[in-house]
């Protein structure tokens, strides 16, 4: 049975991160995520690295409605499903059916997980919602330290090619960019993902091919619509 357990502390948030959880927190933003079907490469990947002698520990950050966390647990994985949004907590809570997945609410860059305890990390669309380089970082880094040894990581993240070449940061920031929705959100290039993956001890799965999903063909920029993303897959190898 699932329940929801408050983080122990819960940041300030910003005016923007207020709106952003407003928005997250709509019925029909909420019903939409609880009617999507999960992410099948995801669930793939996770099913190749089931540990065969004991029960695969998984943690979804930014969980939502359960979208991904909910099937995981039908399929037997014990799971933990964090995520700041009540009302999307609730729903995940109420869709699931298997009794395997535990729900908390707390934010990305700070996770109430102990340390070196989960064996697959699913992060599906949450770090590029951070709205600053150190936001970012502190989120991996947190992956990092809950992370068991030989840890598998699936990320599912926007790409620097959703905007314009010319596109310019934020003020101070390297990797946030507000062209898209107007709030500062995190875009990054293939070398930067894998760079600031590494200095967290993650390292590319060389069992999973990196893809960037809806670029434009011929490079041609991209007109409107879905974001481009990258959906990609790392071990942890950090001490």
């Known amino acids: 049975m699932t329940v929801i357990i408050k983080a122990p502390t819960i940041r300030c ?3 923007d991160m207020s709106a952003l959880a407003t928005a997250w927190d709509r019925p ?4 939409g995520f609880a009617r999507s079907a999960p992410n099948p490469q995801l669930i793939e990947y996770a099913h190749r690295h089931r540990c065969p002698w004991s029960s695969t520990r998984v ?5 939502g409605a359960g979208r991904n966390a909910v ?9 933990i499903g964090i995520d700041l949004s009540r009302p999307m907590l609730a729903a995940a809570s109420r869709r699931d059916a298997a009794g395997r997945l535990s729900i908390l609410e707390g934010a990305m860059d700070e996770l109430p997980i102990r340390s070196r305890s989960i064996d697959l990390i699913v992060a599906h669309g949450i770090w590029n919602l951070a ?3 150190r936001e970012f970082r502190a989120g991996i880094t947190e992956a990092a330290r809950v992370a068991a040894p030989n ?7 926007f790409s620097r090619n ?6 310019a940061p934020v003020a101070n920031q390297r990797l946030a960019f507000d062209q898209f929705s107007g709030t500062p959100q995190i875009f990054l290039t293939r070398r930067q993902l894998i760079d600031e993956m590494a200095g967290a001890g993650f390292f590319p799965d060389p069992d999973f091919t990196m893809r960037e999903l809806n670029l434009p063909p011929d490079g041609r920029p991209r ?5 481009v993303i990258f959906e990609a897959a790392f071990r942890f190898g950090g001490a």
């Open 71 to 79: 099937p995981l647990a039908a399929d037997g994985f014990d799971v």
């Open 223 to 227: 007109a409107g619509g879905a974001p």
């Open 59 to 63: 943690l979804d950050i930014g969980c």
């Open 151 to 157: 840890a598998a990581l699936f990320v599912f993240t």
């Open 13 to 15: 948030q910003t005016e």
């Open 131 to 133: 709205g600053s380089d």
């Open 162 to 167: 959703t905007l314009r070449p010319d596109a």
């Open 28 to 31: 029909e933003v909420v019903g």
